[in-house]
């Protein structure tokens, strides 16, 4: 960041690192408000970009993950994702986890999506990436604290799930959202 920044109404000063962890860098920096004059630090979660795939069988069945996450410190129902890494376009990373993930692959993969996580802390993106005629062609290649669960699902089971409140991960409701918008 440069040392300083001017956005309308705000000053910004050169941030400095906090943690440093394999998946975030935490930042701090100041920032005044001109209106106030005030001056206090605010912290940024550096995450890398994220995707959500949307993966659509032939007969129209969503391809659905099953894994835990310590966050929630449950098993939760999903569909595929991840980062993506430095300088891959986020559709190429939305087929690779899609591979990983669940070894399917398919065909006109494309983005339907793009948000924000969380602004007020956050600069990276989820992109929801929509894959086609998705089939099984390999075994899954997951990490090594990856336990995933892959099955099949029409995607009005997929919207009843959502209902009951079984998914209510924020950013695969949102890629949901996407696709739900995408098709009408």
Same mark, same amino acid.
């Given at each position: 960041?440069?040392?300083?920044?001017?956005?309308?109404?705000? $000053?910004?000063l050169?941030d400095?690192?906090?943690?440093?962890?394999?998946?975030? $860098?935490?930042?701090?920096? %100041?920032?005044?408000? *001109?209106?106030?004059? *005030?001056?206090?630090?605010?912290?940024?979660?550096?995450? &890398?970009?994220?995707?959500?795939?949307?993966?659509? @069988? &032939? #007969?129209? #069945?969503?391809?659905? !993950?099953?894994?835990?996450?310590?966050?929630?410190?449950?098993?939760?129902?999903? !569909?595929?994702?991840?980062?993506?890494?430095?300088?891959? %376009? &986020?559709?190429?990373?939305?087929?690779?986890?899609?591979?990983?993930?669940?070894? /399917?692959?398919?065909?006109? +993969?494309?983005?339907?999506?793009?948000?924000?996580?969380? &602004?007020?802390?956050?600069?990276? /993106?989820?992109? @929801?990436?929509?894959?086609?005629?998705?089939? *099984?062609?390999?075994? %899954?290649s997951?990490? #090594?604290?990856?336990?995933?669960?892959?099955?099949?699902? %029409?995607?009005?089971?997929?919207?009843?799930?959502?209902?009951?409140? +079984? !998914?209510?991960?924020?950013?695969?409701?949102?890629?949901?959202?996407?696709?739900?918008? /995408? *098709?009408?």
């Amino acid at each position: 960041m440069n040392d300083r920044k001017n956005v309308v109404g705000w $000053t910004v000063l050169q941030d400095r690192i906090i943690l440093e962890t394999p998946v975030v $860098t935490i930042k701090a920096g %100041p920032v005044q408000c *001109k209106r106030s004059g *005030k001056q206090k630090d605010f912290y940024l979660f550096d995450f &890398p970009d994220w995707v959500n795939v949307v993966a659509l @069988t &032939p #007969d129209r #069945d969503m391809v659905v !993950i099953r894994q835990f996450r310590y966050g929630s410190n449950r098993m939760e129902i999903e !569909i595929p994702g991840g980062m993506v890494n430095d300088r891959e %376009p &986020p559709v190429d990373a939305g087929c690779r986890e899609l591979l990983e993930e669940t070894g /399917y692959a398919g065909s006109n +993969a494309r983005i339907i999506g793009k948000v924000c996580p969380n &602004p007020a802390i956050q600069r990276n /993106y989820c992109y @929801t990436v929509l894959v086609e005629d998705a089939v *099984k062609i390999a075994d %899954p290649s997951q990490d #090594d604290m990856e336990d995933i669960e892959c099955f099949l699902l %029409p995607d009005r089971e997929v919207f009843g799930l959502i209902a009951t409140g +079984a !998914i209510d991960h924020g950013l695969v409701l949102n890629a949901l959202m996407f696709y739900q918008n /995408y *098709k009408i």
